[in-house]
């Protein structure tokens, strides 16, 4: 059975830090390309961060210099860590699970992180 679950996001104040981690099972996660998603109210759901298989990142712009994306293969797990947050990266939190051939998709439920004072 597969299984995508986020945690870790909450309300925090802007220029705080948060870190969200995603579990995942039911598929060969050393083989699979990692990713977190963000989608705010009234907009597209975007890239933030992807992880290969290999340990390659890659990061949008916005976001670039505050957050960091690290994978765990041995528990299965993926992290985003938020630092420097700004009340624009309010949004629900998504992670994402690509095959290498592209043989699977999955998404996890969400996490949603509120950036307010």
């Known amino acids: 059975q597969v299984q995508v679950v986020e945690s870790g996001g909450g309300l925090v104040q802007p220029e705080g830090s948060l870190t969200l981690s995603c579990l995942a099972s039911?598929?060969?996660?050393?083989?699979?390309?990692m990713s977190w998603y963000r989608q705010a109210p009234g907009k597209e759901r975007e890239l933030v961060a992807g992880?290969?298989?290999?340990?390659?990142?890659v990061y949008a712009d916005s976001v670039k210099g505050r957050f960091t994306i690290s994978r765990n293969n041995v528990n299965n797990t993926v992290y985003l860590q938020m630092n420097s947050l700004k009340t624009h990266d309010t949004a629900m939190y998504y992670c994402?699970?690509?095959?290498?051939?592209?043989?699977?998709?999955?998404w996890g439920q969400g996490t949603q992180v509120t950036v307010s004072s």
């Open positions: 994402n699970a690509i095959g290498t051939w592209g043989q699977y998709n999955y």
């Open positions: 039911g598929f060969t996660f050393s083989r699979t390309r």
């Open positions: 992880s290969s298989r290999f340990g390659e990142t």
